[in-house]
Each structure stands twice: as structure tokens, then as C-alpha cells.
């Protein structure tokens, strides 16, 4: 079964870190990319973050670029959202998409 799993939301305060993990499994990243997308409460999807299937190449949304970082491992079965200097306009629910499949997202709340 081809399935991936978010990890690694919590309560953060505003200009903390986090770092996100999605894990795939039925499946590894080797051949295709790879996206975080958020939602705000109340909110439509917004893009976050993609890297290409090689690794080699990754982009950001305007709102996120300079403090998130999107990585993968060399098994290409995890990826990474790195997120510093968080601000309370991040709070959303994260999910990783690949070939069509979403995990289940998780939870990021950025407040004081």
C-alpha cells in the first residue's frame, strides 16, 4: 500500500523551529517529486515547498523562502521541512504529497 506519514508538529513559539517528516512507505521518492502544501484554519491549500526527485533541486513559496528548508534522505523514503523563525501566520495543518497520495497532515501551532 502506497501511504505517507507526517511527523513532528507540535506548539512552537513565534521565532521557533520545528522540523517536519514524511515518510513513505510502498514506495521511495527516487522517481518523482515532492511537495508540503499547508491550511490555514479556515483557509485554502497553499503551496509550501517542493524538491525534484533527484534532490538536487528545490523551491519555495515567497512566505516561507529563507526560513524553511526541504530535504530528503538518501533512502529516499523520508523528506524534511525544516521550518526556523516561525511566525504565527504559519500555524496550519502540513501535508506531504507525492503522485497523488497525501499523508494525513500535521499539526503546526505557532503562538505565545
Known amino acids: 500500500e502506497v ?3 507526517e511527523s ?9 523551529s520545528l522540523r517536519l517528516s514524511c515518510a513513505a512507505s510502498g514506495f521511495t521518492f527516487s522517481s518523482y517529486d515532492m ?3 499547508r491550511q490555514a484554519p479556515g483557509k485554502g491549500l497553499e503551496w509550501v515547498s ?6 538536487g533541486t528545490t523551491y519555495y513559496a515567497d512566505s ?3 526560513r524553511f528548508t526541504i530535504s530528503g534522505d538518501n533512502d529516499k523514503t523520508t523528506v ?6 516561525l ?9 506531504c504529497v507525492c503522485i497523488g497520495v497525501w ?3 500535521t499539526l503546526v501551532t505557532v503562538s505565545s
Open 80 to 85: 524534511y521541512l525544516q521550518m526556523n523563525s
Open 50 to 55: 517542493a524538491i525534484n526527485s533527484g534532490g
Open 103 to 105: 499523508g494525513q497532515g
Open 64 to 66: 516561507v523562502k529563507g
Open 35 to 37: 511537495i508540503w502544501v
Open 3 to 5: 501511504q505517507l506519514v
Open 87 to 95: 511566525k504565527p501566520e504559519d500555524t496550519a495543518v502540513y501535508y
Open 8 to 16: 513532528g508538529g507540535g506548539l512552537v513559539q513565534p521565532g521557533g
